[in-house]
């Protein structure tokens, strides 16, 4: 697979676009006054692997939220989520808002935007065109009857086009919408018309779950053919919980950097006799956060001799199911039978003993 050639912005530190790896963001959920929560709230997503986060900023006094943040130590890349006042913009950008997320469409009088522009540019920070399914320009409703795919990859291009008329080209796109179909096409119409790397990610996707599954469906598919340079997977949950999800899906398509461990299991079936649901969000839970130090660990539990040996084998660890115990595998090798109540534990040791 290969990847869309793309230009390429920093955000603080963090790369976007060409062959940068992909980041995963947030977005914290605190209510905008309550500083304090935001911070233990980005500290959080930091630890969880957040490449980048969004704050929402509502209100100009708000953006003050990037300088506290700052020098409370949180140190992955802030952006600032901005609509309709194009000062809460100014305001977040003199605060150390290292991106600002705006839709030119909503900031109003074309000089608004041009004010946004020169002091992004004159400061070297990005800002990203989010154009949502959602809150469309009339006139493109007019044009199309509806919030088509192609509606959306127009009202995307023509903002780009007016930050370019201001002579600012240091953007990313975003598609959102909470339709899978239409944010696949509008992105893939999107990357066939410019080289503005693309934020991807099906918006008011849902809980954790329906979400999961609508924004590996959408931004799998785009990955899967080289579209696609950052990620946010939205859901109705805690955003540690996008961090994870986001992580799941890159790893799924083969391109999560930062190793960790990869579980490989089978469906169960009617040969099982080890709770191998059980056992395996029991591993998922105790491995999810060990840090890899980059590599990539995988890990079979497979429930009996059929398939089992074959992917144990494959594994670095691996368990082939028998009736209440499994036989352990290391490295190819195996080494013996493991009782049931102690196959977690045991693979968590060899893990831990592995990436030492
Ligand atoms: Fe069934 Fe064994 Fe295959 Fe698991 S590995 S699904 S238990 S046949």
Not at 79 to 105: E, M, T, W
Request: hydrophobic share 40%; aromatic share 4%; proline share 3%.
């Amino acid at each position: 697979m290969t990847r869309r050639k793309t230009r390429q912005i920093m955000v603080g530190g963090v790369a976007i676009g060409s062959d940068a790896h992909i980041p995963v963001q947030s977005m914290t959920n605190v209510p905008a006054h309550d500083f304090n929560g935001t911070v233990s709230q980005l500290l959080r997503l930091e630890r969880a692997g957040c490449d980048i986060a969004r704050i929402a900023v509502p209100k100009e006094e708000y953006a003050e939220i990037f300088t506290y943040a700052k020098e409370q130590g949180v140190k992955i890349p802030l952006v600032a989520d901005i609509h309709f006042d194009y000062k809460i913009a100014l305001a977040a950008l003199k605060a150390g808002a290292d991106k600002i997320r705006i839709n030119p469409g909503n900031i109003g009088e074309s000089w608004k935007v041009e004010e946004v522009a020169t002091a992004a540019k004159s400061m070297g920070i990005p800002i990203r065109i989010g154009v949502n399914g959602g809150s469309l320009e009339e006139s493109l409703l007019k044009k199309y009857g509806s919030p088509t795919a192609e509606a959306i990859a127009e009202s995307a291009l023509t903002q780009a086009d007016v930050l370019e008329k201001f002579g600012f080209s240091d953007i990313v796109i975003s598609i959102k919408s909470s339709d899978v179909c239409k944010m696949v096409q509008a992105s893939e119409l999107v990357a066939a018309n410019s080289s503005y790397p693309l934020h991807l990610g099906v918006t008011e996707a849902g809980d954790a779950f329906s979400g999961l599954v609508k924004n590996a469906a959408g931004i799998g598919a785009l990955l899967t053919h080289g579209i696609g340079d950052t990620i946010r997977v939205s859901l109705t949950a805690d955003p540690v919980e996008e961090i994870r999800a986001g992580r799941e899906i890159l790893k799924s398509v083969g391109m999560w950097h930062r190793g960790g461990v990869n579980i490989i299991s089978c469906p169960t079936c009617g040969r099982t006799k080890v709770d191998l649901i059980s056992l395996v969000g029991k591993l998922r839970e105790a491995v999810t956060d060990i840090d890899t130090k980059g590599k990539t660990v995988n890990v079979a539990v497979m429930g009996c001799v059929v398939n089992g040996p074959g992917e144990a084998r494959e594994a670095d660890f691996g368990i082939a199911g028998g009736d209440g115990f499994g036989v352990l595998f290391r490295r190819g090798v195996p080494e013996g039978r493991v009782e049931e109540d102690k196959i977690v534990e045991t693979l968590v040791a060899n893990v831990l003993e592995f990436v030492g």
